[in-house]
């Protein structure tokens, strides 16, 4: 008990105190990246261009779509160009396009970015395929021009159109969709609700998953992901989290008897469907908004959880927030700062990385002054939180097996530390 009560302390007190270093942005941000006040933004035009002879057409007429221009280079050479929504801006150039041709002919397909380098691999999907089948096999082989940040690649062109993307789309009207063919919808202890709206009205959707009897004190883990809307593979992983939270196994019972998953899986919702490679509709990195809450997706998750330290039956005990990277890579918060509970990533990082051996992982710690979510977790409730990141090339099986396998081991541990929070109260 009193152990319990000093960490409780020592938490309150870092929870009250402010870096003395005013945080501008990490190496990789642009300037002025913590100023989440609107910024103008640079609407595609939706349309249909075709150019050479026979034509060759793409077309940006369908959510989740980014191309700004289309040229012949030469009789097989087409260029697609593409651009931010705003400028300046992290290097996440993504693209999206259906494409076709008069007739069947092999076209060579150049990616040209203004102001950015290739980073997403094409995948190709046919427009007519069902269930938005994606595999690996799928991914085009590209030739990288290292000086210009160009992409080229060659694809087989007829008249149906085909996609090709960074990555598979997974748009804000499938999230319904492709949660209910996970076997996560459907079960009476999974409840999904509007939680609010993004700047453009789309909803920002909430799963609770529980089955804690009533009159029980209980404690959350919640889930936030996309929002960076290239992140994707960041957000496949988020939805096996949920699979196994939802699935039938022992443990995932005895979690939900337990625990209560608070889940907003696709916090931007505009972004994603506007084929955006950052930002929000207001033009704002919304992992740099935690702090002062300009925008209406932050504010849906501060509003929807923050009740929660008021409510005598829940306490918030741990959070994820999913993004994707150029490798797998856990951010905890340093090792030295006091959460209640404490260290749990530590602990929960060891596991998944020695029960993926065939996987590469790395583990930065990072302090709390960032306006990013898993610290906004850490002021406003003093828990421990990961930002839990997704190599944008790794398999699907890869990351299937790493996500079902990370999952199972923090059920696991967070009931472990609930039971030990029980026994010291």
Not at 362 to 370: G, V
Request: hydrophobic share 35%; aromatic share 12%; proline share 5%.
């Amino acid at each position: 008990m009193i152990k319990y009560f000093l960490v409780t302390i020592v938490s309150l007190l870092l929870i009250s105190c402010k870096s003395t270093e005013e945080f501008t942005g990490f190496s990789y941000d642009p300037p002025d990246v913590t100023n989440t006040t609107d910024k103008k933004i640079k609407l595609q035009d939706r349309r249909v261009i075709g150019v050479g002879s026979p034509k060759v057409w793409i077309s940006n007429e369908f959510e989740g779509a980014r191309v700004n221009d289309f040229y012949a280079v030469n009789d097989s050479t087409f260029e697609v160009f593409i651009e931010s929504e705003n400028y300046p801006i992290n290097n996440s150039p993504w693209y999206a396009f259906k494409v076709w041709s008069d007739t069947v002919r092999t076209a060579k397909i150049r990616l040209n970015y203004r102001d950015a380098t290739h980073r997403y691999i094409p995948k190709l999907q046919s427009w007519v395929w069902p269930d938005s089948i994606w595999k690996e096999q799928m991914q085009l082989p590209v030739e990288y021009d290292t000086v210009s940040g160009t992409a080229s690649f060659n694809v087989l062109l007829a008249k149906d159109p085909i996609i090709i993307s960074g990555q598979p789309l997974n748009t804000s009207s499938e999230i319904k969709p492709e949660l209910k063919k996970r076997g996560v919808l459907g079960k009476d202890f999974v409840q999904i609700e509007e939680a609010g709206k993004s700047k453009l009205g789309r909803t920002i959707w909430k799963l609770e998953i529980t089955e804690v009897p009533e009159g029980q004190k209980a404690p959350v883990l919640a889930m936030v992901g996309r929002q960076h809307p290239p992140e994707v593979t960041g957000y496949v992983a988020s939805l096996f989290f949920l699979e196994e939270l939802a699935s039938d196994t022992d443990l995932a019972k005895r979690f939900r008897e337990t625990f209560i998953v608070e889940a907003f899986p696709m916090l931007n919702p505009d972004g994603v469907d506007m084929g955006h490679w950052r930002h929000n509709a207001g033009g704002v990195d919304l992992n740099r908004d935690w702090e002062n809450f300009n925008q209406p997706e932050n504010r849906v998750v501060r509003d929807a959880l923050t009740p929660i330290k008021k409510d005598e039956s829940k306490v918030m005990f741990y959070a994820l927030d999913f993004h994707s990277t150029n490798e797998n890579i856990f951010y905890p918060i340093n090792e030295e700062v006091r959460t209640s509970p404490d260290n749990i990533t530590q602990k929960w990082t060891g596991k998944v990385v020695s029960e993926n051996p065939n996987v590469a992982f790395n583990i930065e710690e990072f302090d709390t002054s960032s306006p990013i979510a898993k610290n906004w977790f850490y002021h406003t409730f003093g828990i421990d939180a990961v930002t839990y990141e997704v190599n944008d090339k790794i398999t699907e099986e890869d990351m299937e097996a790493v996500s079902r396998s990370a999952i199972r081991s923090l059920m696991q541990l967070l009931l472990d530390e609930w039971e030990k929070t029980a026994l010291e109260n």
